[in-house]
């Protein structure tokens, strides 16, 4: 079975800081890992994927993650916040053919000005 | 990527009512998925559906209460039968895009049940 862990159900920065939000996964397979982004009132949009090429995954908007396996986490990182970056953030695992995804409990991320 | 369009985007409805929602792709897919997102939490899956098979239910999910059609390669139905204010919640489609290993989204159907 396949599980994710996002720490943190808020996250709270300031406008032009690290954003830095948490995800774990247990998975008894080589994963397929994904950030979603979701804003209010709308539905997920991709962030960026990781399937097992690079280490390090560039999404759009400035976003990034690395996939570490030895702890295995996903953990979504941006260099400077920007205002509209405020949204809530999904980490999932699995994909591949027939596979639903198994979603993180979501992380809000909130920027202060 | 793929473009989905979900109908209606949000209805309220009575207790003991069904509604069925409809999603439409773009392009040619074999896999979609129904996903809920319940108030302030996360996406569950509901169930996989294939063209030209009987949808796929997870566990706490059955046919006779979100009954799915798969018609063809661009569309599919969820319907939310004999509704409760439990099932007051967001309904996604997904759909996988060959070769990409990736799940699109569509916009999502905001569903209110009195």
């Known amino acids: 079975a396949q599980s994710v862990t996002q720490l943190g159900s808020h996250v709270s920065v300031s406008e032009g800081a690290l954003v830095l939000l948490r995800c774990n996964y247990s998975s008894s397979v080589p994963p397929y890992l994904f950030w979603y982004v979701q804003y209010p009132n709308q539905g997920l949009q991709l962030l960026l994927k990781?399937?097992?090429?690079?280490?390090l995954v560039k999404g759009i908007n400035g976003f990034e993650a690395e996939f570490k396996k030895s702890e295995t986490s996903f953990h979504l990182t941006k260099p400077s916040a920007h205002m509209s970056d405020a949204a809530e953030y999904f980490c999932a695992v699995g994909g591949g053919g027939a596979d639903g995804l198994t979603f993180g409990k979501g992380t809000h991320l909130i920027i202060q000005p | 990527s793929a473009v989905i369009s979900q109908k209606p985007s949000r209805d309220i409805c009575q207790r003991g009512t069904s509604l069925t929602i409809q999603c439409q792709v773009d392009s040619q897919v074999t896999m979609m998925f129904w996903y809920r997102q319940q108030p302030g939490q996360s996406l569950t899956l509901i169930a996989t559906?294939?063209?030209?098979?009987?949808?796929?239910?997870e566990s706490g999910f059955v046919i006779d209460k979100f009954p799915i059609s798969r018609p063809n390669l661009t569309f599919s139905t969820l319907t939310v039968s004999n509704m409760s204010p439990e099932d007051s919640s967001i309904y996604l489609c997904?759909?996988?895009?060959?070769?990409?290993?990736?799940?699109?989204f569509g916009p999502g159907t905001r569903l209110l049940v009195l």
């Open positions: 990781y399937t097992s090429a690079a280490t």
């Open positions: 559906a294939n063209q030209g098979s009987e949808a796929t239910y």
């Open positions: 997904s759909v996988e895009v060959p070769w990409q290993e990736t799940q699109y």
